[in-house]
């Protein structure tokens, strides 16, 4: 039962330097989404799907990108990294957005962008 | 906008005693709020979830209880227990885009023995 995971825990980037943070789920979960929450502050959306081909941005998608091939990934692309994307960045998914759905987090991925 | 704030930012309190963490948000239109437990480098947790129709939900030791109107939730703890230490936060989803949460800023809670 993995439920929500997230590859990799910590990474280290260059400025303009480029990565992928995956995320992958096991409870065909309908909806996904990326999060990146810095010291101190509440988590910020940055993308979010509703089912495979279907992304949408959030609040803070700017320097981002997302896709959304498979049901089971959900992997969150930067292209020219900056110091601003230093932050912990947190995937997660639900069922449907009923009422009773609840809302499963991976384990989150520290980036650092030096 | 919906704002979603925590007090107090961070607690500390010896085993045993009884905890109320506070949630308010300025917008009392929520599809529903839900609370999170996160510990220290680890993701986040689902404690309770508290429908927009309902005024409480419990789990164990724990109470979530909602007040739509006055836009406020609490989350009690009863007989903490150093293993209750982490971060915990509430989020609401707003009715026009249900599959969005808005997160407060934590609460930060250490118990000691």
């Known amino acids: 039962n993995a439920g929500v995971t997230q590859t990799p825990k910590f990474r280290i980037l260059k400025i303009g330097q480029s990565m992928t943070l995956q995320c992958t789920q096991d409870m065909n979960h309908n909806y996904m989404y990326w999060y990146r929450q810095d010291p101190g502050m509440g988590l910020k959306l940055i993308y979010y799907?509703?089912?495979?081909?279907?992304?949408d941005k959030g609040e803070v998608p700017n320097g981002y990108n997302v896709s959304r091939s498979t049901t089971e990934d959900f992997p969150l692309r930067l292209e020219l990294a900056a110091p601003s994307q230093t932050s912990v960045y947190f995937c997660?998914?639900?069922?449907?957005?009923?009422?009773?759905?609840?809302?499963?987090f991976g384990q989150g991925t520290r980036l650092t962008v030096v | 906008k919906q704002e979603v704030t925590q007090i107090p930012a961070a607690l500390s309190v010896p085993e045993g005693e009884n905890l109320v963490l506070n949630c308010s948000f300025t917008?009392?239109?929520?599809?529903?709020l839900q609370w999170f437990r996160q510990d220290p480098g680890k993701g986040l947790t689902s404690l309770l979830l508290?429908?927009?129709?309902?005024r409480e939900q419990t789990s164990g030791r724990l109470n979530a209880s909602l007040d739509k109107s006055s836009g406020r939730s609490t989350l009690y703890i009863a007989a903490s227990q150093p293993g209750d230490s982490a971060t915990y936060l509430c989020a609401v989803s707003p009715p026009y885009n249900t599959d969005k949460l808005i997160f407060g800023t934590g609460t930060r809670l250490q118990v000691f023995p």
């Open positions: 997660a998914s639900s069922y449907s957005i009923t009422v009773s759905a609840e809302a499963f």
């Open positions: 917008d009392s239109a929520i599809y529903n």
């Open positions: 508290i429908q927009s129709s309902q």
């Open positions: 799907s509703v089912g495979a081909g279907i992304t």
